[in-house]
């Protein structure tokens, strides 16, 4: 485990694994095989994620933690990185290859694993979940590939020797859960506010330069597992219009409000 000490202050390792995803403000559009065409599409950082970075940052400002955003995806997935390092982060890193293209959560988290597996850590931050995607899988199947213990939904993060304390979402409560380093953390938006990008952060990231991983960068990883053809799940059929359903006119002797209920209890929607 890589801790530092320095000046009796605790420096721990951590990694933030970001994602760019389509800003839908801007419109959605997707490829032939109903994967989504990201390079086609307006983006920003994923709002789990980034709750999930200002996290670490706050650790980073208690404790002097180091942190390294990570992200997957086309080659202009790089501009999340760097204005994650605006925000504050140390290091970024940029997996992207072709072969890559098309992952769903399974893919995706065994290629996220096989690079972090290059680096060193004491804690992984993920968001719970991505808006182009809300499965909430990546971040669990990630402590798997790596065999860390995880924690969820978390609202609060406290670091306690080579231990972590969080406050976990819980229904209408919380439960409060200890876990030894090396483990994963996912987070949800709740957790803080994010911090806005400082104009000396905005220089750092032009100037800093990003880490990019390949196919063969990637340790412990089996072809059969990455990419579109490593993806068990099969899209059946994708979008980007939606359907409105036919209106009808009511009759003009009837009255509105029964009129309307009748409906609704005929749809058994009351």
Not at 154 to 161: L, M, R, S, T
């Amino acid at each position: 485990m890589s801790f530092i000490i320095c000046k009796e202050v605790l420096i721990v390792k951590i990694i933030v694994c970001i994602k760019q995803v389509p800003d839908t403000k801007g419109g959605v559009q997707f490829n032939p095989d109903g994967t989504l065409n990201r390079g086609a599409m307006l983006t920003i950082m994923n709002p789990d994620d980034k709750a999930g970075l200002e996290a670490a940052l706050r650790l980073k400002d208690q404790y002097g933690a180091e942190v390294t955003v990570l992200t997957m995806g086309l080659p202009k997935a790089a501009d999340v990185l760097q204005e994650a390092i605006a925000m504050g982060a140390d290091k970024g890193v940029l997996v992207t290859d072709r072969v890559l293209g098309g992952a769903d959560t399974w893919a995706t988290s065994t290629t996220i694993a096989g690079a972090i597996r290059k680096l060193d850590y004491d804690l992984i931050i993920t968001g719970r979940q991505a808006i182009d995607g809300d499965t909430a899988q990546v971040g669990p199947q990630i402590a798997e590939h790596l065999g860390l213990p995880v924690i969820s939904y978390a609202q609060e993060i406290k670091v306690d020797g080579d231990s972590v304390i969080v406050k976990r979402q819980y229904d209408d409560g919380y439960h409060m859960v200890k876990a030894q380093m090396p483990c994963l953390i996912t987070a949800l938006s709740e957790l803080n506010d994010p911090r806005y990008m400082t104009p000396g952060g905005i220089f750092d990231a032009v100037n800093a330069e990003i880490t990019t991983f390949g196919r063969a960068d990637l340790v412990d990883v089996d072809d059969s597992n990455i990419g579109l053809n490593g993806s068990p799940t099969k899209i059946a059929r994708a979008s980007d219009k939606v359907k409105k359903g036919q209106g009808e006119m009511a009759p003009e002797d009837a009255d509105p409000v029964s009129y309307i209920v009748g409906k609704l209890k005929d749809k058994h929607v009351i």
